[in-house]
C-alpha cells in the first residue's frame, strides 16, 4: 500500500493515532476517546472505514466532549502498542474516559451493531458514564433538567436564546443537539421529558419530539421546524442571528480585533441569504482580471490555455449584463485571433481598459461585496464570489447544453470544472487551497458524465471544503460553514435514515438549478 492504500488519511475529521502519540493522547486528556484499532489488511476493516468516517463526520462538533481515533495495527511501528494495549482482533473499539490518569487500555464495545446510529447513541451514554469528577470541562450537562428550571426561563431577559427539546425518555435527539450545539455561543439547549405533563400544557406541546426556544428578549415560543428531526433542530440553532461558533483563543489576536473593529464601521448591507447577487459575481471578475492575473506578468504554455478556456466559459455562459458579457465576448475574439504563444498582461489591461473606455462597457467600477461580505476584511469576498461564479456557470452549461457549440470545448460535460480546475490550480493565490481541490479532482472528476452531475459533483465538492473548514481561521464567525443548502433554504433536500442525514440528490440538484439560474441573480447595487 501506498499513500493511496491507506484506510485514513488526514482530511478525516478523526485523529490518526500512532505508537507516538497514543498515550499522551489519550491519558489525561480534557476529552473522552473512542478509537477504531484496525488493521489496513482486513477486509472487514476496509469495508467498515466509509462507516467510521461518516461517523466522525457527523459527531465533529461534539469534539469538546467526545473524540475519534484510529490506530493501524498493521502498521509496524505499532505492533508493540497494539500488544500492551491486548488489541486481537480487528477492529477492536475501544472508549476511553476523560482525565484517566491510571495507566487504562480502554473499555472494549462488543456489540455486533456497529451501525452509526447505535455507536452515536453508544458515545452519548459513555459520556453519561463520567463523575461528576471526571466529566468532560467543555461538555454541557446532558440531564433532562426540570420543570421549576424551564418554568423559571419564562419571561426572563438574557444575553442569550435558550432552547428547550422536549423528548421521550427513549430518545437521545435532545442529547444530540446539545452535543452538536457545543462549540457555538449565544444559545444553551436543555432537554425535558414529556413526562413533565404540568409544563407541556403550559407551552401547550401535544407530541414529541417537539422544541421550544425562549429569546433573549423574555419572549418565547416554538420552535418552527419543518421536520422534527436532529440535523432541523441542530441547524435552526446554529443559524440564529447572535449565535455563532466559539473562535478558537489562538485567533482572538489583538491585530483581528482591531480589524474587526475597523469594518464594523463600514455600514453592514442587508442582503437575502437565498439570492445570488450580480455585484458579487462582477466584483470576482474584476478582481481575477485586475489584481489575481496582475501578479503574472506575461501568460504562456499552461497559463494561457488556462486564461483562453477561462475567457470562453465565461464569455458564453456568464449569464451577466449585456455590457459586461460584450466585454468578455470582445476579450475573447481578441485572444483567440491573436497568434502569440506569449502574451503581457499589461496588453489584456489595455484591452480591457480601452475596450471600457470606447464603448462605455464596464465591469463594477471597483471591489464591493453583498452576499459575499465578510465580518472582517480579511474574510469572505473574493474566494465566496469565485465558488459563486463556477456555480452559476455549471447551471449555465446544464440549462444551455448548446452555449459552447463551436468553442475548442463543445461537448464536453467536463468543460466548466475542468476549466475551473485548473484556473484553481494556475492562478487562485491560494496555494493550499488549490492543492486540495487538485487532489479531490484526480479522486473523482473523472465519474462525472453529464453536465448535471457536473452540477452535483461541484456542489458535492463545495460542501467537502465546508466541512474540512468548519471552526478554521478562515470561518467567518458570522457565517458559520455548513453543509448546504440549510433546511431553511430547502427542507426537501434534507432526510433523515437510520439516524444519519442523507442528502435527496434530485431535490438538491433541483434546488441548484433554481438558486443560481439567471432568474435568481438579483441586481441590487450594480450601477
Ligand atoms: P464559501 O464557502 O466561499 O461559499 C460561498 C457561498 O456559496 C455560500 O455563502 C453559500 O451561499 C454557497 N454555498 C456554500 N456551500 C455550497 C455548496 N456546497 N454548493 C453550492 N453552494 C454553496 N479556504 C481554506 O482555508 N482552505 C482551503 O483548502 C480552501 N480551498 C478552497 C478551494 C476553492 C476551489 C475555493 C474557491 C476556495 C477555497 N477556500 C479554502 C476558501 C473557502 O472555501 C471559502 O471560499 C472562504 O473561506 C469564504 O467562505 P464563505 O463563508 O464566504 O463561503
Not at 98 to 106: E, L, M, P, R, W
Not at 443 to 463: C, F, G, M, P, Y
Request: charge should be neutral; include cysteine; proline fraction near 5%.
Amino acid at each position: 500500500h501506498g499513500q493511496a492504500g491507506r484506510l485514513y488519511t488526514e482530511e478525516d475529521p478523526l485523529v490518526i493515532l500512532t505508537s507516538d502519540t497514543l498515550k499522551q493522547t489519550l491519558f489525561n486528556s480534557s476529552t473522552a476517546w473512542l478509537v477504531q484499532f484496525y488493521s489496513s489488511w482486513c477486509g472487514h476493516c476496509i469495508q467498515y472505514s466509509p462507516t467510521w468516517k461518516a461517523l466522525a463526520g457527523d459527531v465533529k462538533d461534539w469534539s469538546q466532549a467526545i473524540r475519534i481515533g484510529v490506530l493501524d495495527c498493521a502498521h509496524e511501528k505499532n505492533f508493540d502498542i497494539c500488544k500492551e494495549f491486548s488489541i486481537h482482533f480487528y477492529p477492536t473499539f475501544r472508549y476511553f474516559k476523560a482525565h484517566s490518569t491510571t495507566f487504562d487500555i480502554g473499555k472494549t464495545y462488543r456489540g455486533a451493531d456497529r451501525e452509526i446510529q447505535t455507536v452515536r447513541q453508544l458515545m452519548v451514554n459513555f459520556l453519561q458514564n463520567h463523575t461528576r469528577r471526571d466529566w468532560p470541562a467543555g461538555c454541557p450537562p446532558l440531564e433532562p433538567a426540570r420543570t421549576e428550571n424551564i418554568q423559571s426561563l419564562i419571561g426572563l431577559k438574557s444575553d442569550h436564546y435558550t432552547a428547550v427539546i422536549i423528548e421521550d425518555e427513549e430518545s437521545y435527539i435532545g442529547r444530540e443537539v446539545i452535543l452538536d450545539l457545543m462549540p457555538y455561543e449565544g444559545v444553551v439547549v436543555k432537554r425535558i421529558l414529556n413526562s413533565e405533563k404540568v409544563l407541556m400544557e403550559k407551552l401547550g406541546i401535544t407530541t414529541a419530539p417537539a422544541a421550544y426556544l425562549f429569546y433573549p428578549n423574555g419572549t418565547h415560543a416554538g420552535m418552527d421546524v419543518q421536520k422534527r428531526i436532529r440535523f432541523f433542530f441542530s441547524s435552526f440553532l446554529k443559524l440564529l442571528p447572535g449565535v455563532h461558533r466559539k473562535q478558537p483563543s489562538s485567533v482572538q489576536q489583538p491585530e483581528q480585533a482591531a480589524i474587526k473593529d475597523q469594518s464594523k464601521s463600514e455600514l453592514f448591507k442587508e442582503f437575502d441569504k437565498s439570492k445570488v447577487y450580480m455585484v458579487d459575481l462582477e466584483s470576482g471578475l474584476h478582481y481575477l482580471l485586475r489584481v489575481e492575473l496582475a501578479t503574472h506578468k506575461t501568460l504562456e504554455g499552461v497559463e494561457l490555455k488556462t486564461f483562453k478556456d477561462f475567457v470562453t466559459v465565461v464569455a458564453k455562459l456568464f449569464p451577466g449584463r449585456q455590457s459586461v458579457v460584450k466585454l468578455l465576448e470582445t476579450l475573447l475574439e481578441w485572444l483567440i485571433s491573436l497568434p502569440l504563444e506569449k502574451i503581457p498582461y499589461e496588453a489584456i489591461l489595455d484591452l480591457a481598459n480601452n475596450k471600457m473606455r470606447i464603448s462605455g462597457l464596464h465591469l463594477s467600477e471597483r471591489v464591493q461585496w453583498l452576499g459575499c461580505q465578510g465580518s472582517s476584511v480579511a474574510l469572505r469576498g473574493y474566494p465566496c464570489s469565485l465558488w459563486t461564479l463556477f456555480h452559476v456557470l455549471t447551471v449555465q452549461a446544464a440549462s444551455r447544453p448548446d452555449a459552447l457549440a463551436n468553442t475548442a470545448l463543445e461537448d464536453d460535460p467536463l468543460a466548466v470544472l475542468q476549466t475551473m480546475r485548473q484556473y484553481i490550480g494556475t492562478f487562485f493565490g491560494c496555494r493550499e487551497c488549490g492543492k486540495h481541490f487538485e487532489e479531490m479532482a484526480q479522486e473523482s472528476i473523472s465519474q462525472v458524465k453529464s453536465l448535471d452531475e457536473a452540477v452535483l459533483w461541484l456542489w458535492r465538492k463545495h460542501n467537502q471544503v465546508n466541512a474540512r473548514l468548519a471552526g478554521s481561521m478562515s470561518e467567518d464567525p458570522m457565517f458559520p460553514k455548513t453543509q448546504w443548502p440549510t433546511p431553511d433554504l430547502c427542507p426537501t433536500c434534507h432526510e433523515e435514515q437510520d439516524g444519519l442525514h442523507v442528502w435527496n440528490e434530485d431535490m438538491v440538484l433541483a434546488f441548484l438549478k433554481k438558486h443560481y439560474s439567471a432568474a435568481n441573480i438579483s441586481p441590487k447595487y450594480t450601477s
